[in-house]
């Protein structure tokens, strides 16, 4: 089974600085998908970016990147010109095939506040 | 048009009852999921359809019976609630991944936040 660690329960960052949340994962599949979601206090979970795994280049969405090592099996997200609105709780997923559908499994979660 | 629907969003209820959630998605996507959030915030998946057909049941109690009327719809309905079953349940659905490429990402509804007194 696949297991995805977050290993920085907290986070802070000043606004317009760059901070970097951690995730790294265990998979034995050779074909999945990797997520960051983001789920602010109305607690909807929102897609902030996702990757492949069988691309090499690294994913970005605006103000948000990953590092993708896929040897290491680390996937970290990078948030740059951090604004009060990123402020929330950050999930790392990888997906999993099972039964023919797919499956999240979810980090336990870091929590990013930004300071003003 | 919101693209994944729930309600309720909040839902109060007595041990012993039982009670239902409601989901749809106007996405046309062909998988629905039902997660559970608990109070740490963990997520963790309780099961998924696919055209009505479930694939997958994650060691979830029988008191928890999922409906799918159809592939828009995905209902979770529980019996006999405990105190351990106050939670966030999310619904989410995703199209198929039909090959390299295919978009699979899994859009969440807003969440309905159950508490058993």
């Known amino acids: 089974a696949q297991t995805v660690t977050q290993s920085q329960p907290e986070m802070s960052v000043q606004e317009a600085e760059t901070v970097t949340l951690s995730c790294t994962y265990d998979?034995?599949?050779?074909?999945?998908?990797l997520f960051w979601y983001k789920q602010p206090p109305s607690r909807q979970m929102i897609l902030v970016i996702r990757?492949?795994?069988?691309?090499?280049q690294n994913a970005t969405e605006n103000r948000f990147s990953v590092n993708f090592q896929k040897a290491a099996k680390s996937f970290s997200l990078k948030i740059s010109d951090s604004q009060l609105g990123d402020a929330a709780m950050y999930f790392c997923?990888?997906?999993?095939?099972?039964?023919?559908?797919?499956?999240?499994?979810f980090g336990k979660g870091t929590k990013l506040t930004v300071n003003p | 048009d919101t693209a994944v629907s729930q309600t309720p969003k909040y839902l109060v209820t007595q041990m012993g009852n039982d009670k239902s959630i409601k989901c749809e998605q106007n996405?046309?996507?062909?998988?629905m999921y039902w997660y559970k959030q608990d109070s740490k915030k963990f997520l963790k998946i309780m099961f998924s359809?696919?055209?009505?057909?479930?694939?997958i049941n994650e060691t979830v109690p029988n008191r928890f019976s999922p409906k799918s009327p159809d592939k828009a719809h995905l209902n979770l309905h529980i019996n006999s609630l405990e105190l351990g079953d106050s939670a966030v349940y999310f619904c989410?659905?995703?199209?198929?991944?039909?090959?390299?490429?295919?978009?699979?990402?899994?859009?969440f509804g807003p969440g309905t936040r159950l508490t058993v007194l």
């Open positions: 997923a990888s997906s999993e095939l099972q039964g023919g559908s797919e499956k999240l499994v």
């Open positions: 989410a659905s995703s199209q198929d991944r039909t090959g390299r490429g295919s978009t699979d990402t899994q859009y």
């Open positions: 990757q492949e795994a069988y691309k090499q």
């Open positions: 998979t034995s599949e050779s074909d999945y998908y």
């Open positions: 359809y696919n055209n009505k057909e479930l694939i």
């Open positions: 996405l046309g996507h062909d998988t």
